[in-house]
């Protein structure tokens, strides 16, 4: 790694901890999606190491989301004792290191399930799903304005919160195809003739809520939450279903996240939020989880394809989730025509 | 062609996989090369299957405008769609059928909205048939 960006964090660092003798060891990239640079390193100084992360924007973002939002989310979760890494520092300007970045404590001794295993979970898959569901319920049950968030992007209204997530991913949509989507479109125009219920309450909307971006330890311990980027105000369910999506099932849609039976996950989603996920409303929210799953898929071909962000998980998403979530779509909207 | 582009990729992929990307000492690097192994897999079932799932499905939808033409009560709108079934693929290189599944694909937008809007639960659920072979079709398989 280079020693530039090394000696820039260290000193960055020693200003923002005020601690002059601290020195910066071991930086390495990670994996940590295309959405943002990821890098593991150790933080000396007084005698002491600290294991840290580095998240810096890259030159150009996925999804353009507000650069703070991510790290509100792990203060405003962090606060409330949910697993989430303890956030160390937030630097909006490129003046340190080109470009804006934030630092977060390492969680060690965790991994991450990889979406394409058919198992990650192993024998711990019910307690996974267990803590899993019971997160995001917590999540959901959370007074925005008790955390701090009531400010975050999103829907000001209950009833406005599919409007406004509809209007958000077609706008994606316009700018970025790269070839006419008739699935998609079609889901579009269906989302907006057959609209959900108003939201039970607008909650935090962790944004992408899945199997994938939580690390958990070797004795089925989910460790923390990861990934807020795209954190908003909006509709608790719209969490729900794309954390059962089927694209996250690990090829058995009938056990969402690779854990719990469906229904099972649904109550304790339920009891740990203390909501309700109607059924008709929350098919709804299904079938635009996998519209949005198409909006960030079609995203993520149009910056490889343009050669801003050549990452080849941009290729892959562009590539096979796409293709996944359209069949997804296309099944459950041609059943219903 | 003796290795064929298909062999080529899948054994690069084979290698990149089981070989180069173990070798590599940064995470990063690992993760990167076992992606770009996929990509090369995927590039390689795409070589063999690219030209003709896009011939059948612009086939498919030409099929699918015959079909509905007599039923659409939009002048210009059945002008179109009777212009695009009459349309054939006149070269199989995979930018030229592109180019035609791209206008075809434009079409099959417009009408599937005035069927929608006008037309029946019959002509809807034609129009789904073809949108889910489509997706069958295309899907990239992991395995």
Redesign the interface.
Known sequence: MSDALSENLAKYLAAKLNAPDLTVHDL????GGASRETYRFRARHGGTERKLILRRDPPASLIETERSTEYRAYEAFHKLGLPVPEPIALELGSEALERPFFIMADIENAMVGSI?APDPYGAHREKIGQQFFSILGRIAGADPKVLGLSDFEGASAPDQCWRHEVARWEKVIDEDEG?????A??AI?WLKRNPPPPAQKISVVHGDYRSGNFLFDADGDIRAILDWEMAHLGDPLEDLAWAIDPLWAHHDPSHPAGTLARADAIKVWEQASGLKADPAALAWWEIFASLKGCAIWISAAHEYATGRND???N??SG??CL??H??V???R??AL? | MNPDAQDILNKSADQLMGQLAPALNAQYSQGTAAVMALLLKFAGKEYERGADIRAAENADLRALFAELTPRVGDAALRKRTEDAAATHDTSLAISALNAANHDLRRTLIALQIWIEENGSREDQQRIWSALRASADRRIVSLF
Not at chain 1, 28 to 31: F, G, H, K, L, S
Not at chain 1, 179 to 183: D, F, M, S, T
Request: aromatic share 14%; hydrophobic share 45%.
């Open positions: 390495a990239r990670i994996p394409l070839e006419p989507q008739p699935i479109r079609a125009r990452d080849p998980v290729a892959f590539w096979y293709t996944y359209n069949k779509l296309a099944d909207l041609g025509a």
